[in-house]
């Protein structure tokens, strides 16, 4: 392995917990990381469901909540390690920590899906419809999509408390957790701002491109990416020049991801964005829409105008938008940015010397980010 000044690197082949492999190996290594942290996850929960659920009267919260952190695909977590990867060997402890961003992932879904009135995630009915049908069933007064909306809120702030708990409890020192706290504050903040400039986005009156890219970077870019290779990288004591260029790479990656996730969004199925293809039902002006209508001629702007405005979007009416953006280039044009900005995080690593398997493993987050299939 290379040297890089005020980092120490690791080598592919060191024992211990999730060590980087060869680069053939990644997809392994890969679901090895997501299975460590998965579990930890479970058994945090599971420690805590049972005294701090248990009073709260609704016996259903703690299978809703079992279930609902189980299944996540462990993005953040493994950015997180890779960032720790730059300057430590691997560490039980640092998995750990990163695992608590599987409940920060957990807090930012639920409430989501509560803003979006999402159905489902993951293939399964969503948080709060499965605690609005507990109240059904039991008969209970009140509105039960009230209920329901609320329980999962309420659930939603359990992790985001949880999570800041499992960092703390992670094993790591206090002088290393306390390097991660400014950009663990930073992505908490920029999450919550970004779902804020989201909800008042309206395609009723579409923003330009720069700023929807803008809220996305806020929103999901650095929250999936850059910010948890900066967290990992930081608890690892990574220097400045280290941490500007995971940022460059993050901030390119996550944008990538989120230009990505509008194209499934549209065009996507719910086994690929965890939840109903609903962009165009909602209304987003996402990178997608924004693009078709910037690209469209006046006659096919007209048509979007219908759409856009019209009361009811069936089925026949969302083929019929598909069609539209399609014909403008704008997935085209979208696709285009996404592999100028996997080129640009690309461009990021080559700059610096981080080591051969730990170039490869980054190259591959970024692919896997970039390319995920519809």
Same mark, same amino acid.
């Given at each position: 392995m290379h040297a890089f000044p005020g980092v120490r690197l690791t080598e592919a082949t060191r024992c211990g917990p999730a060590a980087l492999p060869h680069p053939d190996q990644l997809d392994a290594w890969r679901a090895g990381v997501r299975q460590a942290v998965l579990s930890? +996850? +479970?058994e945090f929960v599971a420690d805590r469901c049972a005294d701090a659920l248990g009073p709260c009267g609704v016996d259903v919260a703690s299978d809703i909540l079992m279930e609902f952190v189980n299944g996540g695909k462990c993005l953040r977590s493994t950015f997180m390690y890779l960032g720790w990867l730059c /300057?430590? $060997? $691997? &560490?039980?402890?640092? =998995? &750990?920590?990163t695992a608590s961003l599987e409940l920060l992932h957990a807090f930012a879904l639920l409430q989501d899906d509560v803003m979006d009135e999402s159905a489902s995630r993951r293939g399964r009915p969503a948080a709060h419809v499965q605690f609005a049908a507990w109240h059904r069933r039991r008969g209970l007064s009140g509105s039960s999509r009230r209920f329901g909306e609320s329980s999962a809120v309420l659930l939603g702030d359990l992790c985001l408390i949880w999570a800041e708990q499992m960092l703390r409890d992670s094993g790591l020192t206090?002088?290393? =957790?306390?390097?991660?706290? $400014?950009r663990y504050d930073a992505m908490r903040t920029e999450l919550a701002v970004g779902q804020f400039a989201d909800l008042a986005t309206d395609v009723r009156d579409l923003p330009t491109l720069e700023a929807v890219l803008a809220v996305a970077r806020r929103k999901s870019g650095n929250y999936t990416v850059r910010r948890p290779l900066e967290i990992g990288a930081a608890m690892a004591g990574c220097d400045e020049r280290v941490l500007a260029? =995971?940022?460059?790479? /993050? &901030?390119?990656?996550g944008e990538a991801f989120q230009l990505r996730d509008d194209v499934l969004g549209i065009f996507g199925s719910p086994t690929a964005t965890g939840k109903p293809t609903n962009d165009l039902i909602e209304r987003k002006a996402t990178s997608v829409v924004v693009a078709a209508h910037q690209l469209a001629d006046p006659a096919t702007r007209l048509q979007f105008r219908e759409l856009m405005t019209t009361d009811r979007l069936d089925e026949p009416a969302l083929d019929r938008w598909r069609n539209l953006i399609l014909a403008t280039g704008a997935v085209h044009f979208i696709e285009e940015l996404i592999a100028e900005r996997v080129d640009e995080a690309v461009n990021a690593l080559d700059r610096f010397i981080f080591g051969?398997? =730990?170039?490869a493993a980054l190259i591959d987050m970024a692919g896997l980010c970039a390319r995920r299939a519809a």
């Open positions: 930890r +996850v +479970v /300057g430590e $060997p $691997p &560490s039980d402890a640092a =998995l &750990s920590a206090h002088h290393q =957790l306390h390097r991660a706290w $400014p260029a =995971l940022g460059a790479y /993050g &901030s390119a990656i051969d398997h =730990l170039t």
